[in-house]
């Protein structure tokens, strides 16, 4: 951590902190120059509060040299996560796609959507139970009650199930779901994330909307600082001015996130344009930069789907689409968990 | 709502369409150009899902022409809101100010700043319990005991209190707290949204870091529905590309809102910057646009914070300001709660 | 074109409304709702000016319903556009790449990173003589006098050329370039698109940092209604708030533009990322994504490179590359234009 | 300036990288943690290019601690500068408003504006004579016959006259022009900038839409490097993901952008926002913000207007407004220049 004084900062105010630092365990690197004066942190500044530091009305900025993550950095664990998922595994070479709809309607729908993409290669079963709207008038989901159809429909298929959990109160109704899904929404409830941290069940966390990469890792890091270390993060598109798509992919955030952290990255291009025909092109674009997984929405009835019917394949298109994804991830090398 | 076809749209697709609006009790208005086929829909749209009608293949696109969230609206409810926090009055021409400490972090801390706030013409006394901290190792507020603290605050001052609350299991010790605070970061925190909604504490509800002015009405909208109908909005800077601030106060917001809700809309200049000086400026700059409140961090020893140091005044800082935001009320026309 | 009127329009101000949009030609469809009144324009609105309508105080909005490009525009010309350069083609099945450095530096530098491209089969040269730089003390390009040594790595290796040109007054010393680049910075620089569509020669539009796909459209279009129809589109990555990467390449516009336009779209993976590492999985991503072609910045020195040292290959990383982005053009289809 | 190792680099690497930093006149201040290696750059760093250092691959980032800006710069020019503008004077405490429409369409339209604008007090006269349409199919501007008309206002009314200027090619054309605008667009038009540096007409420069507050510097830096220290800043609206304005006002610019420099800073807010109604709150919050003047849109008929009618004031509207605006502008201690 680089300290960078005002050119008013007095000699004495310079050297009380300097004391509270080093009270803190930490060593002192002096640099004056003609126009600039900082010093240097050395030792473990992850600590160290930089807002606590820019308080100092003498201090003229403070930057960080080193990542504030730990359990969640590539440099102290070099090997490569592989979270095993009721016997499918993600991450370190194997790539698993995770299928099914925006939200669980009725048994017959969630059966026969499980059937048709384990039929054409999906690892894992999507589904939405507790859904977050945006309008309290749209359907919420069905809760509980999804749960258990999704239970069924694994009972069918014998296909792991992915939903995403939105309070620490459902808590126990997510017992045995085999990957919980954190939504981009709640990527910062932090009460959640400390919650889940206490669980062994792996845990998929998505990027919030206009989360950076680094606090996206720092999400993380709250789930493994519990204790639990097998989490998969998964880019879904984020925020900015363009208004053709509902959300723009950042695909660079692939390898951006690889070069930092060892856990698995997966994409989900669904929700990232939230437009179906625009699911292919970036399920492979995503496979293409790296990616150790894909989450993609598939409907028996994408128009009468109660929620992201627009962003749905059809088992047909989704069939058509697993095809493409097998012989691209083949192609850039990567084991597929079927 | 207006639906766009796509030239290659069949007869019997639209004609399928449009039988289904009329079942939902909707009027179709026709209208076929000669590049473009649309239909209007006359009737209540708000429970029409967009998503569900651009699912259809043969839409090219759908628009609203009204808007989603009709309690919060202006249009349905032209008398603006007034809400009453303990005998203060904010909105309506009633302006507030609420200051205190990024965190609660101690009896003597909380009470001096409690009583220096007052002085200087407060009208709330804010602090934080429960912090959301990007990191799990920083500084996570005293979480109960900081909510008894500020009760301890509000009875040596009077102070009604204002505290940010995380999760929905804490609701019962917020059972006293005078305005209970949703954070940026729980905005789409519908869980929570909900169960707020059932209580009749005011809510000061602050937009989230990168959501739309009209996501964030539909949140108000969620507390609204459940039949809480004292919220109070709170812009607090969104995420940009400019890295000089932490945040970029979107100072637009409050007429913007102003003109779509009833609702009283705050602002809080000390988290939208991030830095202590400019929290005079942009606080002037709010009540110039028409801002009903003020949320301003004030710590005794900014440079000992546990959080947020960077932005807090000194109670004599505070002092100062509050002279000028009390000219700046009188001059804009704002009658101040004190 | 769609016009909502606010609950507080009056009769005669609609019927005169109406009556100037007859006068132009245009049908009117009138549709009254409960809460919404508005009409619906029928024949070619591309010369209606939205801001025009808006400007009436008793209109609520206006939207678009069709697109304002037509050349640029694939419902009017369903055929891709395959432009020629110098005998390499792009678009419509052909892919290309184009390689060199950020700036022409020596004679010597550009001829040697030009036959090594070549060598590994790049189809064009790029190189920048004119450079735009954020800082007036940065190196500004050999202007003039690179544009020469160009040409003599052209005329070394047969390579096409491929450079930016800042300025009208400039024109006449590109008369012989083979690829004329507007960067992303002059994207909105509308006299420089106009006089550039009075030329024959092929045009390299760079996306601007903020603009959105139909402003970049409407750029093309600027080039186009002069006469100019060989422009290619170039994805370099837009400003997101995102800090780990210089800018955030959008992928997704890949597939929007080609689903809009019938120009060849090609990307830049160099500059999108801003760093050398990320090139790779940048440009893979792409073609999977379905572009035409890419631009890859190839450096023999890249830490003594004047500008953008950071985001450029060596020869032997870009032969690396090249090898695998001819598998990847193979496998996703598309003919490689060497 | 700070670089920081990567912990793979070597010895030599680092060594070299220092031989080549002192052989530029710069002092090297090594600081060795237990997890990073950083070296620290003492001297004038300004012409160091951080991409070439970036360029290294033992390098792991580089950060500036002291600002590439030096003419721009008001550690370096402590002094306000204060402006003449055919003596009208802006900044140091000098308020003035610049009116008038958006474009220049009639000698009838533009006098009559310039006669209102100046009875109502503004200090200057704007109008667009060439003009950045997104749409090559829009109205272009009176261009050159524009210019006369302008002058003709002038001459009817004593106002300065303020207009843009697209193109080095136009300058002989602005010779008697008051004040040269450099729009948005051609922030970056880095040819234009230094043209308009030889010039001793003082420039108005507006922000681009996604340009940050150090680039924004650094294109002033431009024009004041040529010799021209005239220059004007103007922060228009920058480009956000919010839908509901046109741009996002940073109001924040204003007070950042008075830390940082002695050039004089208004705001636009009819552009900020693209809506009438909404350029009162945001004139007066540009005010308590502590803006210099204010460029505010005027239209004898802004429905007829052929570019910018939504944002345009009548005269009657700008009267009252500038009653309001001269309240503020005394309130908040400005001296107003009329």
Known sequence: MIVIFKNTAKPEQVHALC????????????????????????GDTSAVDIDWVRANDFVED?????????????????????VDIAGRRIGGGHFAVMAGPCSVESEAQIVEVAGAVKESGAGLLRGGAFKPRT????????????????????????????????????IPLFEDVDLIQVGARNMQNFELLKE???????????R????????????????????????????RGIRTF??????TLDISAVPMLKS??????????????????MVEPLALAAIAA????????????????????????????????????????????EAMAV
Chains 1, 2, 3, 4 share one sequence.
């Open 260 to 277: 930092r952290t060892h856990l698995p990255v997966v994409v989900d291009p669904s929700h990232a344009a939230g437009i179906a025909w």
């Open 19 to 42: 004391e509270s630092f080093e009270a803190q365990g930490l060593k002192i690197h002096n640099s004056e120059g003609e126009h600039t004066h900082l010093i240097g942190l050395i």
């Open 62 to 82: 403070v930057k960080r040299v080193s990542e504030p993550y730990k359990k969640a950095n590539l440099k102290f664990h070099p090997a490569r996560t592989v």
């Open 290 to 333: 790296g990616a150790d997984g894909l989450m993609i929405e598939v409907h028996n009835d994408p128009p009468h789907a109660k929620s992201d019917g627009a962003q749905s394949l059809t088992p047909a298109q989704f069939d058509a689409l697993m095809q493409k994804i097998k012989g691209a991830a083949a192609f850039f090398g």
């Open 242 to 247: 363009e208004p053709s798509m509902r959300n």
């Open 135 to 170: 309008s309290p008038y749209a359907f919420q989901g069905m809760r509980a009650e999804g749960l258990e159809l999704l239970r069924r429909a694994r009972a069918a298929t014998g296909l792991p199930i992915v939903t995403e959990i939105m309070n620490t109160e459902h």
């Open 196 to 206: 889940l941290g206490r669980l062994k069940t792996p845990i998929l966390l998505k």
């Open 208 to 235: 919030g909307l206009s989360s950076t990469i680094e606090e996206f890792l720092m999400s993380a890091e709250y789930i493994m600082a519990g204790g639990n270390e097998n989490v998969i993060l998964c880019e």
